[in-house]
């Protein structure tokens, strides 16, 4: 079944402004990747032209080869810039941000699967802007403990890793080394290494999903004790990617956000334009970390 052509609730502003032009031209003379450009995302335009970006690390070839990813599959054959981190914590103390997120290719061909380098860039950024609150949005390591407890002791303020879609789609949508269970078991056992840590996750719809599969999903989310979901339609990046079989209605959209509402989550960002990497939850998420951080405080 194919999808009807695109709604006109999935228009996109083209990327523009003096903010947009600077950064762009910061990240490139740092040789940086953001998502934002390499996933073609369809908010560039919002989150840059108010000063805002993801960064990608450890380059712009990933070694799995999702059917929903516009980034470049292939193989980085343990190659990796040492100075990254310096450059990535350099380039976002001249952003004048307050939220900044740090994601990344999956590198299966390095030992730790990059950890060590998200742990060393995490510590770089938070020693430069110490007022800075940092979401990671990690690879799967491939379930090794060890990585992730390299990730987590490096204490980002939030550690996110998307399941990307519901459990009967997952073998047709993501990578076969990309596991339901897996990424499920990367997000419990983050709260396992240290129960303070906020923790995120996204779905993708339109790839043929029920609404019944999607609940299901964000049941699992919460058993894994997820703080934070987000829901975004599936836009297809090319012709050699996986085909959109529905474009969902903004009130359905509505409808996933008042379910993981009532299953607990602290916040759903929900809508046809929603990524993982979202401006505008980003700012709500900050507001629930710092209205923790004055509980906790008054509470001594």
Request: aromatic fraction near 8%; proline fraction near 6%; glycine fraction near 8%.
């Amino acid at each position: 079944m194919l999808a009807e052509p695109k709604p006109e609730w999935l228009t996109v502003t083209p990327p523009k402004g003096q903010s947009y032009e600077e950064l762009k031209g910061l990240f490139e003379n740092l040789n940086l990747h953001t998502v934002c450009e390499e996933a073609h995302c369809p908010n560039v335009h919002e989150c840059w032209g108010g000063g805002t970006a993801t960064l990608m690390l450890m380059g712009d070839v990933c070694s799995r080869a999702c059917r929903f990813c516009m980034v470049t599959p292939g193989k980085p054959q343990g190659v990796l810039d040492q100075l990254e981190p310096e450059n990535v914590a350099f380039a976002l103390s001249q952003m004048g941000l307050t939220y900044v997120v740090l994601t990344s290719v999956d590198r299966d061909d390095l030992p730790d699967g990059g950890a060590s380098h998200f742990a060393r860039t995490i510590r770089l950024v938070k020693e430069r802007n110490p007022s800075m609150l940092v979401e990671v949005l990690i690879p799967d390591f491939q379930g090794d403990v060890a990585d992730l407890k390299q990730v987590v002791d490096a204490r980002p303020d939030v550690i996110a890793h998307n399941i990307e879609t519901t459990m009967s789609l997952t073998p047709t949508v993501r990578d076969p080394r990309a596991h339901y269970w897996q990424s499920l078991s990367v997000l419990r056992n983050v709260k396992k290494l240290n129960p303070h840590f906020y923790t995120k996750s996204s779905i993708m719809v339109g790839l043929g999903e029920s609404e019944e599969e999607v609940t299901q999903s964000m049941v699992h989310l919460r058993q894994a004790d997820v703080d934070f979901l987000t829901v975004g339609q599936y836009l297809r990046p090319s012709s050699r990617h996986l085909k959109v079989v529905e474009y969902v209605r903004p009130e359905q959209f509505e409808r996933y956000k008042k379910m993981g509402e009532g299953l607990g989550f602290r916040y759903v960002a929900s809508g046809p334009l929603v990524r993982s990497s979202y401006r505008a939850g980003e700012f709500f998420i900050r507001s629930v970390i710092d209205s923790d951080a004055s509980r906790k405080a008054l509470l001594g």
